[in-house]
């Protein structure tokens, strides 16, 4: 009866343990639904927001006219709202930030990737990604309080506040993110295509210009335009180092002002929530959420066409 009972027992037991191994993967799979729907639901939430208040704020301002004006002034009696202004500022201290950032960040990474021994690339790349580690403030002081004076005497017109100073050290900032993606995607190329390219007696330089920087480019791409949303939604440095003073100009010596800048400027507290005048840095921030989503869109094609061509 024993040696009976038990395969009974076991064919009862079989299906239970089944049960209980089907309701743990349910739960595993809530779990990672839940996860994964908070920052969903974050962005819509956010998107929600923006679109909310920019629809209102719409409502008073024609939308040729935000686009098109050449003053800002929403806090003044005589108002004017030309994002043109702020978006010139933004641009301007972001193409000064990408001049400095994107050639010395790739040729950083071809170093730590190409050139650099085990040992010293084990030592530098942790060195160099501190920099990413540094608080923003910090920089934006350093920008007003070094860079700036440092600057001075080079070019004895340039103001206390200005975007090319702020341009300089946002593009310091943002070094690490280029050299640390584009020398990931370098060292993820096989060592069979260099060895196969020395084999035909090639040079490093050509190894490295014609092999290996070909078939890392969609990461390397990728970098660059994680580099420029990076620049473009930098808040602090700017904020601190270039002014608060919009004008429609393109001379970094002055003061400027960026979208980010303006938002922290309204957000202080002393704007009344609810009128014109607050609901701009949502309209701001619409134009700053489209402007990077144009680059996280472009980055994504550019990436995609790079892998087909090159796989």
């Known amino acids: 009866m024993i040696t009976a009972a038990t395969p009974r027992a076991r064919l009862h ?18 779990l990672l639904f839940a996860c994964s729907s908070v920052s969903i639901l974050t962005t819509a939430g956010i998107i929600g927001v923006l679109v909310f208040e920019t629809v209102a704020f719409l409502r008073t301002v024609p939308l040729w006219d935000f686009l098109t004006d050449t003053q800002w002034t929403p806090l003044f009696a005589d108002k004017h709202f030309g994002v043109a202004v702020l978006a010139s ?13 994107l050639p010395i960040g790739l040729l950083t990474a071809v170093f730590l990737s190409e050139i650099a021994p085990n040992r010293a690339r084990r030592l530098l790349k942790p060195a160099l990604e501190i920099l990413a580690g540094i608080p923003t403030v910090v920089y934006g002081y350093f920008a007003l309080l070094f860079v700036t004076p440092l ?29 640390s993606l584009s020398e990931d995607a370098l060292y993820a190329v096989p060592q069979s295509l260099r060895d ?70 309204v957000s202080l507290g002393d704007t009344p929530a609810g009128t014109l005048e607050y609901q701009t840095i949502f309209a701001v921030g619409m134009s700053l959420f489209l402007m990077t989503l144009v680059l996280n869109v472009a980055s994504h094609r550019l990436v995609q066409r790079f892998r087909q061509q090159y796989e």
């Open 13 to 30: 037991r079989a299906p239970r343990s089944q049960v209980a191994h089907h309701l743990r993967e349910q739960a595993i799979h809530g």
């Open 89 to 101: 500022a933004t641009i301007l201290t972001s193409g000064i930030a990408l001049l400095v950032a």
């Open 151 to 179: 600057l001075r005497s080079v070019f004895p017109e340039i103001a206390g506040l200005n975007g090319l100073s702020a341009g300089l050290v946002m593009g310091v900032m943002i070094i690490p993110l280029v050299a």
């Open 196 to 265: 196969g390219a020395y084999a035909l007696g090639a040079s490093r330089a050509q190894v490295t210009t014609r092999v290996v920087l070909p078939a890392a480019l969609s990461g390397i791409v990728a970098s660059f335009i994680l580099a420029v949303s990076r620049a473009i939604g930098e808040t602090m440095v700017v904020a601190i180092a270039a002014g608060q003073s919009p004008r429609l100009t393109l001379n970094p010596l002055v003061p400027i002002e960026t979208m980010t800048a303006y938002i922290v400027q």
